[in-house]
């Protein structure tokens, strides 16, 4: 059952290394995301599964210690998902895998189908993921396992909302760490440049986040995410099937759009 949720953005950005001389610009933004990994920790979970944007070839599961990089964004810095100790099986619950706790930091400074939800493990940690795994290493996570789902911008609303539902029943206490972006058509020099229906869609996902209104979330409409290149669309609808019946209580951390682009902190409990 799921316990607690976080909702974080997922620019590699959020990395100081990453964003450079533009780092302090963001502080506000990884304060509020340690606040709600934070609201984590204390909900005591078995279990921790991490739910991120992919692509068609990083959808699906990333298991424990899988490894990604931001070298791609020309920064020497690898990270994990995680640690590699305490594995969490396929399929894990509270009796094969979601009772071990771990530590480290998972940071090393280095020199629309069912596959959309179903590839296997074995690669590398999709951008968003590896966003995640920083945020974790950050705050030293040890209160549980962790896993990882890349879900694929395509996938319908349905399938989200199932994969939500099959993750939740995957242990006694599962707590969820949602990453993704809003819109990315808030300014002209924005990503997808300006579009006047961004605002309107940033501020109806924030009030549904800090509501934890599940039925605002299941009715966002994934066509119109895509024309605003609204990437957490998709797991913050696997949110809001997790949620179902959980009975949670949200909050609104952090509303703002750097960049053009909009970033949502909020959490769950």
Not at 98 to 119: F, K, M
Not at 128 to 149: N, Q
Not at 222 to 240: F, H, I, M, T
Not at 242 to 261: H, M, N
Request: with cysteine; charged share 20%; aromatic share 4%.
């Amino acid at each position: 059952m799921l316990v607690a949720a976080a909702v974080c953005p997922c620019p590699p950005l959020l990395v100081p290394e990453v964003a450079a001389g533009a780092a302090p610009e963001l502080d506000a933004a990884r304060a509020a995301c340690a606040d709600a990994l934070g609201v984590l920790a204390a909900a005591r979970p078995d279990l921790l599964v991490v739910v991120g944007p992919a692509g068609a070839d990083t959808r699906g599961r990333h298991p424990q210690g899988t490894p990604g990089s931001f070298r791609g964004f020309g920064v020497d810095l690898d990270v994990t998902l995680g640690t590699v100790e305490n594995v969490v099986p396929n399929g894990a619950s509270a009796e094969d895998g979601g009772t071990g706790r771990t530590g480290g930091t998972g940071v090393t400074g280095a020199n629309g189908d069912d596959r959309a939800l179903t590839s296997g493990p074995g690669r590398a940690l999709p951008p968003s993921l590896a966003v995640a795994g920083w945020l974790l290493a950050r705050v030293g996570w040890a209160a549980a396992p962790v896993d990882g789902l890349g879900v694929e911008e395509t996938t319908e609303t349905e399938r989200c909302l199932q994969a939500g539902r099959d993750i939740a029943g995957r242990a006694r206490r599962v707590a969820l760490l949602v990453m993704g972006d809003a819109s990315a058509c808030r300014t002209l020099k924005a990503p997808g440049y300006l579009d006047d229906r961004a605002a309107p869609f940033d501020a109806a996902v924030a009030r549904a986040l800090r509501d934890a209104d599940l039925a605002a979330l299941r009715a966002l409409d994934a066509p119109l995410a895509r024309e605003l290149k609204a990437a957490g669309r998709a797991p913050w609808q696997v949110l809001a099937g997790a949620a179902e019946g959980a009975d949670l209580t949200g909050g609104l951390l952090y509303e703002d759009a750097p960049y053009g682009v909009g970033y949502l902190v909020a959490s769950w409990s």
